[in-house]
């Protein structure tokens, strides 16, 4: 399966970011999760390592249309973000070094899908890694079970009945795998077969599955004000 981004993101012109996480680990699975404010955590999140990947910091931010989220909250407190992350070290009086500079969101504005080609490709790319989690072991089993063939296009996945059930399951994994092939042959660092779903294991290359898990005790999604 090549996208069209395939070439700007083998070039380093592009990146893909892609942040999921599990609505039933022990940071999610609380009574009273609010799951609004639980999203706009993980935008934050999401942006930020973004923007310090490419080690920018101005932006402007075109979302879908989301009207449950808040983004000038978001853009508010990204706006007071470090661009790089606090070192502790004693610095002279008034001293303003690179690492007390903040990022800037100049625009944020809201974008209908269906006219953008840029937002369709992100929520495929988001599309995947939800399906490879959830069927990402039955993936793998058919993907192996299938005779050797010439890689398809991503068309040629698509064409035909998809109406069945089965075959519209058997075209996602072909999409997957083909898309873990294109990976594989421009050494991009997306794996499908290790964790049965697709992942990364070093965020600062061109794509970024990023599956998200807390990372202290502390580590909790927002609960609802009563």
């Known amino acids: 399966m090549d996208f069209f981004i395939t070439e700007y993101l083998k070039d380093n012109l592009a990146r893909v970011d892609v942040l999921c996480w599990d609505m039933h680990d022990k940071r999610n699975d609380i009574i009273g999760r609010d799951d609004i404010a639980n999203l706009q955590r993980m935008w934050y999140k999401i942006l930020v ?11 402007n931010f075109y979302p ?3 009207s449950a989220v808040n983004w000038d ?18 610095k002279k009086l008034f001293e303003l070094e690179d690492d ?6 100049d625009i944020v504005k809201e974008l209908k899908s269906h006219n953008e080609p840029l937002i369709q490709l992100a929520d495929i790319f988001a599309g995947m890694v939800r399906f490879s989690r959830e069927d ?42 083909n898309f873990n092939n294109t990976c594989k042959k421009y050494k991009m660092g997306v794996s ?29 999604a927002p609960v609802k004000l009563m």
């Open 73 to 90: 909250e978001i853009v508010g407190v990204i706006n007071k973000t470090r661009i790089t992350k606090p070192e502790y070290k004693i």
């Open 49 to 59: 390592l973004a923007a310090r990947q490419w080690n920018c910091p101005v932006w």
């Open 136 to 177: 990402g072991e039955q993936c793998v089993h058919w993907l192996d079970a299938q005779p050797p063939v010439d890689q398809l296009s991503f068309l040629d996945c698509i064409e035909g009945d998809i109406a069945a059930e089965t075959k519209t399951r058997q075209n996602r994994f072909r999409i997957i795998g």
């Open 192 to 220: 499908l077969r290790t964790n049965k779903y697709l992942c990364t294991f070093n965020k600062k290359g061109p794509i970024n599955f990023w599956h998200y898990e807390a990372i202290h005790e502390e580590d909790r």
């Open 64 to 66: 879908d249309e989301m």
């Open 100 to 105: 007390d500079k903040r990022f800037g969101i």
